[in-house]
């Protein structure tokens, strides 16, 4: 194990459903990240968090509403979601931004 | 802009024979590269990194070569094994960045 974990692992949702993607790292770092992996595509950054604070958003629909409670850990909130959005939503921390990071399990992510 | 690519999107070896698994960068700033394994069902796994005043690390069965001249970056497996098949990713940093940039991802088949 990695000591990132991720709940739930696989969801399906209703395009109208509300839910939340839930990440936790048990390696005391500082940087937690959330990445979309779609299939024969890179891993596309959404959302980078340093200290709890967030210091990047790729580009990313307001219908993904990250929250970073505490350095520990970090949320998806979804609502409204397309269903273009599904896909592996992998969660990673490191210790520092840009350092080696450690991923979680991810999230599979079925929009219907 | 900063790309990070992989010259072949699969490659199949033979039990018991080296695989290499080649990754091409644009961003001549990049100075921190690491690779990642990712089994099915799981998130990326951290094999092994390379900083850019380094040509060449070795881990256990594992070789990363960076040549800074053409931008070349590979990993060679010794002994490939079947647990070795997976998909796996480059993935770089340019110099003071803070996220990491990965690459498309080359499935290593082996077979028996």
Redesign the interface.
Do not use: D, M
């Given at each position: 194990e990695?000591g990132?974990t991720q709940t739930p692992r696989h969801l399906v949702m209703g395009m109208t459903n509300k839910k939340s993607l839930k990440c936790e790292q048990h390696l005391g770092h500082n940087?937690m990240?959330w990445y979309k992996q779609s299939a024969?595509?890179?891993?596309e950054?959404m959302f980078?968090y340093?200290f709890k604070e967030q210091?990047?958003n790729n580009s990313v629909p307001s219908r993904f509403s990250p929250e970073c409670p505490n350095s520990s850990h970090l949320f998806l909130h979804l609502h409204t979601l397309q269903p273009e959005d599904s896909a592996l939503y992998?969660c990673?921390s490191s210790q520092d931004?840009?350092g080696?990071?450690?991923?979680?399990?991810?999230t599979r992510l079925t929009v219907t | 802009g900063e790309s990070v690519g992989l010259h072949l999107p699969t490659l199949s070896v033979q039990e018991g024979d080296n695989s290499i698994i080649n990754c091409a960068y644009s961003n001549s700033a990049s100075d921190y590269f690491i690779w990642y394994k990712q089994e099915s069902g799981k998130g990326p796994q951290f094999i092994i990194d390379i900083r850019s005043n380094m040509d060449k690390r070795q881990g256990q069965r594992v070789t990363v070569l960076l040549n800074k001249t053409v931008k070349h970056l590979s990993l060679q497996i010794a002994a490939t094994q079947p647990g070795d098949s997976a998909v796996y990713f480059c993935a770089e940093r340019g110099s003071g960045a803070q996220k990491l940039v990965f690459g498309q991802g080359t499935r290593l088949t082996i077979n028996p």
């Open positions: 990695t990132v940087a990240y024969k595509k890179p891993l950054l980078v340093n210091t990047e992998l990673a931004p840009g080696e990071q450690y991923f979680g399990p991810g | -």
